[in-house]
């Protein structure tokens, strides 16, 4: 999910057809857009939560096991605002330069082996109880390795059965059907695979990092939506599930729909992961209590629900961090000043590195070692 993550901020905000459709499209009846934005607000939620819950699950077996996972330092957060601009205004170029047919027939030949391998992980716990017990499973043990002796390094160790390849199969059978088509529920199918995958694997290690990471996108957002085209015109021009859409003209015209709303990704997952570590430290106070989630979601909502409303008012896309990261921020603070835990939620890490030993003077260890 590496590649995911870094392709998520390029279109890190809600994009309605408000703008587009005022020109180009008959305007969206006020029923279709209540579906399509209520449709999409519920849509960015399920993520979090699974995402958050699962992340938990995901932090346990790593713990269990004596691995650490990949979590991003502070250094890391002050940086990806950076990485996400050129990445985000080197994709502009390159629409504005080769034909835009070619490179998005490009990313989806890419994005549809990404997106069945994150649909079959989310669906394989869901299927599995589905699938008979006289399906004749077997399992294998997959290990790829490059390099020989001390340089030998362990690329693949995936372990997986006969059920897994079905879920693949089934996966691939929807990352066929939107390479053929491009439909939306299938776009939303891998959007929502990409979204909880995210949410799930992607941490952030502490408070302050995911403070610094979401104050360094809030002003990413803002510049590259109000300061420039580039971010608008990278959303309507990159095809790939990335985004979650939802027709405005659904009960008019059925699936068949064609006048979309649109929410990025990145919109879902950056705060998502911060709502997910909240979820976590809740976990870590051991008192049954998930306040801090729970307020940090409740932000999110009303977070987005701010978007919706101001992009109507302005009819102009709105870069959503600008309202959701106040929100995802101020909340867990607001609840750690009432019950006085700000130094514990600023001091909590889910992978606290072990402390070190003091050196000792050599003098003192070498008159200890007589003494003995």
Known sequence: MADTATEMPVVNET?????????????ATPEGMFVAYSS?????????????LRSVRYHKEQKESGEKPETMSSKDAAMFPIIASCTLFGIYLIFQIFSKEYINMLLAVYFFFLGVLALAHIASPILHPLIPPLFP?????MIFTQGAGDKKEELVNWKFDRKDLL?????GVIGLWYLMKKHWIANNLFG????????????????????ILLGGLFVYDVFWVFGTNVMVTVAKSFEAPIKLVFPQDL?????????????????????????????????????????????????YFLGLLATILVMHVFKHAQPALLYLVPACISAPILVALVRGEIKPLFNYEDHPE?????????????SAKKNK
Not at 167 to 171: E, F, G, N, P, W
């Open 137 to 141: 499973n077997q399992e294998y043990h």
């Open 40 to 52: 999409l607000v519920i849509m960015a939620l399920i993520p979090i939560f699974l995402g958050s």
């Open 167 to 171: 879920v693949i199969a089934l996966s």
């Open 15 to 27: 994009v309605n057809g408000t703008a587009e459709n005022v020109t180009a499209k008959i305007p």
């Open 251 to 299: 009960l008019e015209n059925g699936l068949g729909a064609s006048n979309f709303a649109m929410l990025g990704l990145g919109d879902i997952v950056i705060p998502g992961i911060f709502i997910a570590l909240l979820l976590r430290f809740d976990n870590s106070r051991r008192k049954g209590s998930r306040t801090y989630f729970y307020a940090s979601f409740l932000a």
């Open 192 to 211: 929502l695979a990409f979204a909880v995958n995210g949410v799930e694997f992607l941490s952030l290690n502490s408070i302050t990092t995911g403070c």
């Open 354 to 366: 072990p402390k070190t030993d003091e050196k000792k003077d050599p003098a003192t260890e070498k």
